[in-house]
């Protein structure tokens, strides 16, 4: 596959789990600065692993969720958590992978996750 091919296979993906708005809003904030990063995460984040066959995209979703909560990335968190709604999990699910979080990565992240989820969660019910 060549990179335009894994260019435009991730940005369908990154497409149908993050949403239009989301992406288009990234592509318009897109300089000269930030286009190889841009192209890095289209091309390898979303054409390469999350295009893979061997986990679907609520697997790879939960697993996702749970990085972000215990490295404490709040903003990309509270994106995913909008992304998971996108792809069908529910709010009792991503509750679970937070507890999951609690147990393995500490209360205090979980914490803060659980915290940036319900906004979110409430920003996606407005």
């Not at 995460?41 to 979703?61: C, H, K, V």
């Not at 709604?85 to 991503?94: D, K, N, S």
């Amino acid at each position: 596959m060549t990179d335009k091919q894994r260019h435009d296979a991730g940005m369908t993906v990154r497409r149908q789990v993050l949403g239009d708005a989301h992406v288009d809003r990234a592509v318009a904030g897109t300089d000269e600065f930030t286009a190889d990063f841009q192209d890095l995460i289209t091309r390898y984040a979303w054409g390469e692993i999350w295009s893979r066959d061997g986990l679907d995209r609520r697997t790879r979703s939960c697993i996702t969720l749970a990085m972000l909560a215990t490295l404490q990335h709040e903003e990309e968190l509270a994106m995913h958590v909008r992304a998971a709604r996108r792809i069908g999990l529910t709010p009792a699910e991503i509750s679970e992978v937070l507890l999951q979080v609690a147990v393995y990565a500490g209360v205090p992240a979980a914490n803060r996750a659980f915290k940036v989820a319900q906004a979110a969660l409430r920003q996606e019910a407005e």
